[in-house]
C-alpha cells in the first residue's frame, strides 16, 4: 500500500457527520470487518461515503443481473487492469455462482476477447458475451457494434444492458482506484497468487 491504513476500527470521530459515515460504511460490510479499500477511502470521509452509497447500489440493487454474470463481468476487469486485489474478492464469487473451473480459465484469459469467437470457453452464450462486453468496455471504453447488439441479444431488457453497464464501468473506476495506490498490496502478483 502507498499510504498507511487508516486505523481499524477507525477512531471516534468528534465530528457527528464523519461517524455517521463510518457507521454507514460499517453496515454496509456487516457481519464481515472493514475491509483495505474502505481503510484507505476513510482518509477521505466524503469520497468514503458517495464511494460506499455508489457501490452499495451496485452490488446489491443491480438486481436484474444474476451473480454469475456480475461476478464474471467484474472478474474480467480485474484481470484486464490487473487488480489482483479486486480478482482474489471477486473469482470466488462467480465460482460460488456457478462458473466452473473452465469457465473461470477463459475469464482470466491473456489477450482481447472476440465475441464472434466460436465456442464459450466453457460459459454459456449469455456469460461470454457479457465477459466480451467486459473485456471491450474495459479495453476500449467505446464498445463496437457487433458486440453491443450480441448483448442486446442475450439481454431481456433495456434495464439489463443499463445494469450490466453500470457494473463493469464502476469496477473499472474500483480497480483503478486499487491498482493506483495498491490497496491489498496485490499488485504485480497475477490471478493464480492472489488468494
Given at each position: 500500500m502507498r499510504l498507511p491504513y487508516t486505523p481499524n476500527p477507525p477512531p471516534v470521530s468528534s465530528d457527528p457527520e464523519e461517524a455517521?459515515?463510518?457507521?454507514?460504511?460499517?453496515?454496509?460490510?456487516h457481519p464481515r470487518?472493514?475491509?483495505?479499500?474502505?481503510?484507505?477511502?476513510?482518509h477521505s470521509p466524503a469520497v468514503a461515503d458517495g464511494w460506499n452509497s455508489f457501490l452499495g447500489a451496485i452490488r446489491t440493487r443491480t438486481t436484474s443481473i444474476p451473480a454469475d454474470l456480475r461476478e464474471i463481468a467484474i472478474s474480467r476487469v480485474a484481470v484486464v487492469n490487473r487488480a489482483?486485489?479486486?480478482?482474489?474478492?471477486?473469482?470466488?464469487?462467480?465460482v460460488a455462482a456457478g462458473v466452473g473451473e473452465r469457465g473461470m480459465e477463459t475469464v482470466k484469459r491473456d489477450g482481447a476477447?472476440?465475441?464472434?469467437?466460436?465456442?464459450?470457453?466453457?460459459?454459456?452464450?449469455?456469460?461470454?458475451?457479457?465477459?466480451c462486453y467486459a473485456d471491450e468496455m474495459t479495453r476500449n471504453v467505446e464498445v463496437n457494434d457487433k458486440t453491443f447488439q450480441r448483448l442486446r441479444?442475450?439481454?431481456?431488457?433495456?434495464?439489463?444492458?443499463?445494469?450490466?453497464?453500470?457494473?463493469v464501468a464502476a469496477y473499472n473506476c474500483v480497480s483503478r482506484f486499487l491498482v493506483a495506490l495498491d490497496v491489498g498490496e496485490k499488485n504485480g502478483v497475477g490471478p493464480d497468487a492472489a488468494h
Open positions: 455517521s459515515i463510518v457507521q454507514r460504511i460499517q453496515a454496509r460490510r470487518p472493514l475491509q483495505p479499500l474502505d481503510l484507505t477511502l476513510l489482483w486485489y479486486e480478482w482474489m474478492h471477486h473469482a470466488p464469487l462467480a476477447l472476440d465475441v464472434e469467437e466460436e465456442g464459450f470457453g466453457g460459459l454459456s452464450e449469455k456469460q461470454w458475451v457479457v465477459l441479444g442475450v439481454m431481456e431488457s433495456e434495464k439489463e444492458v443499463v445494469e450490466i453497464t453500470a457494473i
